[in-house]
């Protein structure tokens, strides 16, 4: 039986685990670099890719890495991140200067959404990107969107984050022109827990042109807003 040709870019890198196969050109190619998921990734993995990146002086993010599996890590690689519990992500290497247009903000419906919104925040100052921050502003109280409404007028894009039923990303739609992203998140009781039906709420929006991402997805949501960035720029380079 023929056996498949081997992988000419396995083993080229030292330290590199059998299992991984860094994207070391992503960036180049689409303008935003490969992050590494870390969830399913075992602490020898993770720590293979980290060996990897520091040894080529490489900049790496790294997402869902939960606090065990970030103790699990020797202290050698633990020591040059940048790590956040509450995002659950880590950053080796220096950020660049974050820029202030596009103008970008987060919004939340409440403060239980606050771990994708910080996913989304990191990300983002990852690639660049400052982003203000509008918290605790869910239609239960609309009153204090309205309260926001003309900072939000004036922004390129709105990530919104919302749980439970997820009205908040149509509202913020319907009231400005900017590009609006809603995140469901997983926050609700009953028929709400686990952000199902803030998924469906939002793809069903009536409000035109609002993007959903998947359950909890703030990476997903940020890096919609770099690839929109990245567009710009060009057109801007090439106007």
């Known amino acids: ?8 870019h396995r083993g080229e890198h030292p330290g590199e685990h059998p299992d991984v196969t860094f994207d070391r050109t992503r960036g180049a190619r689409i303008g935003i670099e490969e992050a ?9 993995q993770i720590a293979a890719i980290l060996r990897g990146a520091l040894h080529e002086g490489r900049r790496l993010l790294m997402t869902r890495l939960c606090p065990d599996r970030h103790a699990a890590l020797p202290a050698d690689l633990r020591a040059p991140l940048d790590y956040c519990a509450l995002s659950r992500t880590a950053i080796l290497g220096p950020l660049p200067r974050p ?18 919104m910080a996913e989304a925040r990191r990300v983002l100052a990852y690639g660049g990107m400052d982003a203000a921050e509008i918290a605790d502003v869910g239609v239960a109280g609309l009153w204090r969107l309205l309260a926001r409404e003309p900072e939000l007028r004036e922004m390129d894009a709105v990530i919104v984050f919302a749980g439970m ?3 908040l990303p149509s509202v913020v739609a319907g009231l400005v022109p900017g ?3 809603g995140v469901p998140t997983s926050v609700g009781y009953g028929v709400a827990e686990g952000g199902r039906v803030a998924l469906d709420s939002i793809l069903a929006s009536c409000a035109p042109g609002v993007t959903a991402v998947n359950i909890d997805n703030g990476y997903g949501a ?13 057109t801007q380079t090439e106007g």
């Open 1 to 8: 039986m023929d056996r498949p040709a081997p992988d000419k």
């Open 36 to 44: 590494v998921l870390c969830q399913h990734k075992s602490p020898d």
């Open 99 to 116: 820029a202030r247009t596009p103008r970008i903000a987060l919004v939340s419906a409440g403060t239980s959404d606050s771990v994708p």
């Open 165 to 167: 039923d997820a009205a």
């Open 179 to 181: 590009v609006v992203i």
């Open 222 to 234: 940020a890096t919609s807003v770099l690839r929109m960035v990245n567009m710009m720029r060009r």
